[in-house]
């Protein structure tokens, strides 16, 4: 598989992702009932996937949250003309008409804004990785099982053929025994540019995007690379 199948294929399969959480909310509603979706974390990785949710029928995205005004304004060219938007992602959760929620955001808001979503009763597709440390994974488990609402969590590389294809060798016991895994993953991203600088300081709600870190001064280069830092 070359390289531009091989990202087609990542596409495709996110895509379908991206759709599985409407799918199954949609059964739970009548037939004739227009699912309303709120996008949080409306940057590159929210507005690819917002492409796919605006394919699907009597699916609207109605509501937008972004600390960023940027995002916010990218995101709104995807969204129902009349979408709520809000830097603030408590007044979102707060919409009664918000059936389902997508959550691109960042991924230290990955865990917070989850288990926020449950208690403000909405379904939830949050994007991968969900945690930073496997001792999150509890409390989103725990506000999932009392809300009872549906959390789908993006895993489009878990689901390729031949990582299944893998498991299915290793079940089978085709390749012995299995007694340690030790894998790698290497992004190949330039961790220099990869996103261009010039972001106007007063269109981000800085201290919303830090969330728990450490306060700080605006950091133009933490916020376009904010994978970097695990603060």
């Given at each position: ?43 590159g ?6 492409k ?43 919409l ?22 449950c ?110 830092f695990?603060?």
């Amino acid at each position: 598989m070359n390289d531009l199948s091989r990202r087609s294929f990542i596409l495709s399969a996110s895509t379908a992702a991206a759709s599985t959480i409407v799918g199954s909310v949609a059964t739970a509603y009548a037939a004739n009932e227009t699912i309303n979706v709120a996008c949080i974390g409306t940057g590159g990785r929210c507005r690819h996937l917002m492409k796919s949710l605006a394919k699907i029928e009597k699916v609207r995205m109605t509501a937008l949250c972004d600390v960023w005004d940027v995002a916010l304004a990218e995101g709104q060219k995807l969204a129902d003309p009349k979408a709520v938007t809000s830097k603030n992602f408590k007044e979102t959760l707060a919409l009664k008409d918000i059936d389902a929620v997508l959550i691109g955001s960042p991924d230290h808001w990955h865990v917070p804004l989850t288990i926020a979503a449950c208690e403000a009763g909405k379904h939830v597709y949050v994007e991968k990785p969900l945690t930073h440390d496997l001792a999150e994974g509890k409390a989103v488990v725990d506000a999932q099982n009392k809300s009872k609402k549906i959390v789908q969590i993006g895993m489009q590389q878990r689901s390729m053929p031949h990582l299944i294809k893998a498991r299915e060798l290793i079940k089978a016991g085709r390749i012995g025994n299995v007694v340690k895994v030790h894998m790698t993953w290497n992004r190949n991203t330039n961790r220099v540019k990869r996103f261009p600088l010039g972001v106007d300081p007063k269109s981000v709600d800085w201290a919303s995007f830090l969330g728990t870190a450490k306060k700080q001064e605006f950091d133009e280069y933490r916020f376009r690379n904010w994978r970097w830092f695990r603060d």
